[in-house]
């Protein structure tokens, strides 16, 4: 019949670990553990273990932000169909006209720079470009060979979305030089719980149902990450002998307005508008 399984929209044992976990997760954090207090750290891996040993929640490969039946998903509400997710956290131009306001989720630099290199290591923006000390990234691309949940957290220039390439540089179709153009105020767009296949296209109009979702890899990981998922906090390994950071100042910069690297806890999760 489709009907939902009785436990969806339920607090369940789960949600409560999850809970539990990820408050002394943050408890542990650099911001509220200066002293880096290892007892706090232990405390947080082994909440963070029992959840997983429930048996009930698994990582999940594929990308299901948005199906309640992943074994990602720890606790979901149902929704009624709607575009007004979409409508204020795609790029502009995807919602024909129908966007009025900036109003929206944009993703900031804080939380760019959370997400290290697929090699562990950090990668930050600062004032003369990406710097980064891993020696096996290519700093002339910033947004690839990162941690892979980054891709399915922001939509950043050059990345795939909706069958086009995203463009926010300086004069690109996603840039807007105003606030009145409607466009990202940071440089990036959310796309993490949008649903691509919405469509604000005349006579093919698509509308989605969302969950309301709290999902489960940065409690069964036992660390935080992005959106609802920060990355982990690994510590980056030392460079190769003789290897130095490197840096690229003549990359593309389309960031305006960038925030303050906050060192810890990364847990910025965007601009709301």
Not at 57 to 68: C, G, H, V
Request: no cysteine.
């Amino acid at each position: 019949m489709g009907l939902l399984d009785d436990e969806i929209g339920r607090v369940t044992r789960g949600f409560a670990l999850a809970v539990k976990a990820k408050a002394l997760l943050y408890a542990a954090s650099p911001l509220h553990n200066p002293s880096n207090d290892r007892s706090k750290w232990q405390k947080a891996a082994a909440a963070a273990k029992e959840l997983m040993d429930l048996g009930i929640y698994r990582l999940d490969p594929a990308e299901k932000a948005n199906n309640y039946l992943s074994q990602e998903v720890i606790f979901a509400i149902m929704r009624s169909e709607s575009q007004s997710f979409e409508r204020y956290n795609f790029p502009v131009r995807f919602t024909e006209g129908q966007r009025t306001s900036i109003a929206g989720n944009y993703p900031t630099q804080n939380l760019v720079d959370a997400f290290q290199t697929a090699g562990g290591y950090d990668i930050t923006l600062e004032a003369n470009g990406w710097r980064t000390a891993d020696p096996a990234f290519d700093i002339t691309k910033p947004y690839e060979g990162r941690d892979p949940r980054f891709a399915r957290t922001i939509l950043a220039n050059g990345m795939s979305f909706k069958g086009t390439t995203i463009e926010t540089f300086v004069g690109g179709r996603d840039y807007s030089a105003t606030r009145s153009d409607l466009g990202s105020p940071t440089g990036y767009y959310l796309r993490r719980y949008i649903q691509e296949s919405t469509s604000f296209t005349p006579e093919n109009t698509v509308t989605n149902k969302p969950p309301h979702l709290r999902r489960g890899p940065e409690r069964v990981s036992g660390q935080p990450d992005g959106d609802g998922r920060e990355p982990q906090r690994q510590r980056a390994r030392r460079p190769e002998p003789g290897a130095r950071e490197r840096r690229h100042a003549g990359g593309e910069r389309h960031l305006r307005g960038r925030l303050p690297r906050g060192r810890a806890p990364r847990v910025a999760r965007g601009v709301r508008l």
